[in-house]
């Protein structure tokens, strides 16, 4: 019997989405980004403006909420 259970695509993407963006963030990929006092994220990539609701966390890193980009 597998101990892994296969990967639904509906379920992973959103995260998937969240955490490249979240790497983005980090490691400086965004350009024009702006934290909102109402706990929302905006940047840009390349042509593609994004927005999302979170927060800078520690070291630097940030948290964004799970289906809100």
Request: aromatic share 8%; glycine share 8%; proline share 3%.
């Given at each position: ?51 999302a609701r979170g927060l800078r ?9 799970g289906g809100s980009i």
């Amino acid at each position: 019997m597998s101990t892994h259970e296969p990967l639904n695509r509906a379920s992973t993407s959103p995260r998937v989405l969240r955490q490249l963006c979240e790497a983005l963030l980090c490691e400086g990929w965004a350009a024009e980004m702006q934290i909102h006092r109402d706990e929302t994220v905006s940047w840009c990539l390349r042509q593609t403006h994004f927005r999302a609701r979170g927060l800078r966390g520690a070291f630097g890193r940030y948290r964004l909420q799970g289906g809100s980009i």
